[in-house]
């Protein structure tokens, strides 16, 4: 079954998110076997706490376990640390179909 990694977050220094963190992930997200199905700034919440202007990222992973295997990978913790003081993070890990199926 097909997982999703559903992130939103706060960027304080969008520059540097975009030189450093970003490519990073992006490489790793592929090379781990997952894609990006959406990666955009500006989110309106219409609902809830929290700020507008967040940014969200969803991927999708063969499953559960490739999508953990990024998540704990000594890689992937490497480029963590790339984000650190310049984004607030929020991640959430859901095993699903996808709709298309």
């Known amino acids: ?57 969803i991927s999708e992973w063969p499953s559960k376990a490739a999508a953990l295997a990024f998540w704990n990978s000594p890689e992937y913790h490497e480029a963590k640390r790339l984000r650190e003081g310049i984004a607030e993070c929020e991640v959430l890990l859901i095993e699903a179909p996808s709709l298309a199926d």
């Open 1 to 57: 079954m097909k997982a999703y990694l559903i992130i939103t977050a706060r960027i304080l220094d969008r520059s540097a998110f975009l030189e450093g963190y970003a490519p990073s992930a992006a490489r790793l997200v592929e090379n781990f076997g997952g894609k990006y199905l959406l990666r955009a700034p500006g989110a309106e919440r219409l609902e809830g706490s929290g700020s507008d202007g967040i940014s969200v990222v």
